[in-house]
């Protein structure tokens, strides 16, 4: 099974390595050897990282060369986070229904009647 | 977008975890938030967006219970949601699952935390865990229809271009 597009972005964050990577490459391009100095890991398995990043979109090189600079698709990162913005609104939405909701219900029996109320209203639970 | 200031939602997506947790604060005191998520008639009337109509069909929100609610659009097609009630702790906790019916095997675990604050104000932490980050991914995209397809088309786009 194939994995969707933004499946393929989010995986390709799950990893610590890569997070990292990704964050690092927003300042500036970088070559591997660059990308792999703070690393106590391999080229390769710093490759391997990378092609994970590539195979989401989130990253691109012009060619597989150790000195070609590997460039972040700032807009297919910036879709990522637009979606976690969306999914938030959503939720924001529905807890102003809630919101409205409360304004409405009076307070539950054998509570005190507090600051809860509805100022404008005044109404009593 | 408009802002009532003082306690927007706030997402939180993990990348270690297949977690979303969902942060928000009320002008109401926990047991009052709690019962408008207990009571099946105050549930239907925020749950879903309002073009939305919410008919419980089944609702038995205590600890060891289960729940089943139909949302129906204004064309008439309906999507259920169902899931098992694993704990429910008065003004405190919910802890229960949660599924789409037409996607059954991607349910997620959710926790629900009422909290007072001072001035007669809660914090509601709803944490959802679901068992990959393809499942979560897939969750956060849920329940935005036009915008869960604009987004892909965008993205596809975006990633044919690459």
Redesign the interface.
């Given at each position: 099974m194939t994995a969707d597009p933004l499946s393929r972005v989010f995986s390709a964050l799950a990893d610590p390595t890569r997070r990292d990577m990704v964050a690092r490459l927003a300042s500036r391009d970088a070559t591997v050897g660059e990308l792999a100095q703070p690393y106590d890991m391999s080229v390769q398995a710093v490759s391997k990282h990378l092609r994970v990043l590539e195979d989401s979109g989130l990253v691109t090189r012009t060619t597989d060369a150790r000195r070609a600079p590997v460039h972040l698709e700032a807009e297919v990162f910036d879709l990522m986070t637009k979606w976690i913005e969306r999914y938030r609104r959503e939720a924001e939405d529905r807890y102003r229904r809630l919101d409205d909701v409360l304004r409405d219900l009076p307070d539950p029996p054998g509570r005190p009647a507090g600051p809860v109320n509805d100022p404008t209203t005044g109404e009593a639970p | 977008?408009s802002t009532?200031g003082t306690h927007?939602?706030?997402?939180v997506?993990p990348?270690?975890v297949p977690v979303?947790r969902?942060v928000?604060e009320?002008?109401?005191?926990a047991?009052?938030?709690f019962?408008?998520h207990l009571d099946p008639d105050?549930f239907a009337?925020?749950?879903?967006?309002?073009y939305l109509t919410q008919r419980n069909e089944l609702w038995d929100v205590r600890t060891g219970g289960a729940y089943r609610y139909v949302q129906v659009d204004p064309d008439g097609a309906e999507y259920a949601f169902y899931g098992s009630v694993h704990e429910v702790r008065p003004d405190e906790l919910i802890v229960q699952t949660f599924a789409y019916e037409g996607f059954p095997d991607g349910v997620s675990l959710d926790s629900l935390r009422f909290e007072d604050l001072p001035?007669?104000r809660c914090r509601?932490t709803a944490t959802s865990l679901v068992d990959s980050?393809?499942g979560?991914?897939?969750f956060?995209?849920s329940?935005?229809e036009v915008?869960v397809r604009e987004?892909?088309e965008?993205?596809?786009e975006?990633?044919a271009e690459?």
């Amino acid at each position: 099974m194939t994995a969707d597009p933004l499946s393929r972005v989010f995986s390709a964050l799950a990893d610590p390595t890569r997070r990292d990577m990704v964050a690092r490459l927003a300042s500036r391009d970088a070559t591997v050897g660059e990308l792999a100095q703070p690393y106590d890991m391999s080229v390769q398995a710093v490759s391997k990282h990378l092609r994970v990043l590539e195979d989401s979109g989130l990253v691109t090189r012009t060619t597989d060369a150790r000195r070609a600079p590997v460039h972040l698709e700032a807009e297919v990162f910036d879709l990522m986070t637009k979606w976690i913005e969306r999914y938030r609104r959503e939720a924001e939405d529905r807890y102003r229904r809630l919101d409205d909701v409360l304004r409405d219900l009076p307070d539950p029996p054998g509570r005190p009647a507090g600051p809860v109320n509805d100022p404008t209203t005044g109404e009593a639970p | 977008m408009s802002t009532t200031g003082t306690h927007e939602t706030e997402i939180v997506v993990p990348t270690d975890v297949p977690v979303v947790r969902i942060v928000r604060e009320f002008d109401a005191p926990a047991a009052k938030v709690f019962r408008a998520h207990l009571d099946p008639d105050l549930f239907a009337r925020w749950n879903g967006p309002r073009y939305l109509t919410q008919r419980n069909e089944l609702w038995d929100v205590r600890t060891g219970g289960a729940y089943r609610y139909v949302q129906v659009d204004p064309d008439g097609a309906e999507y259920a949601f169902y899931g098992s009630v694993h704990e429910v702790r008065p003004d405190e906790l919910i802890v229960q699952t949660f599924a789409y019916e037409g996607f059954p095997d991607g349910v997620s675990l959710d926790s629900l935390r009422f909290e007072d604050l001072p001035d007669g104000r809660c914090r509601l932490t709803a944490t959802s865990l679901v068992d990959s980050f393809e499942g979560r991914d897939a969750f956060v995209a849920s329940g935005m229809e036009v915008g869960v397809r604009e987004g892909y088309e965008q993205l596809d786009e975006l990633l044919a271009e690459g």
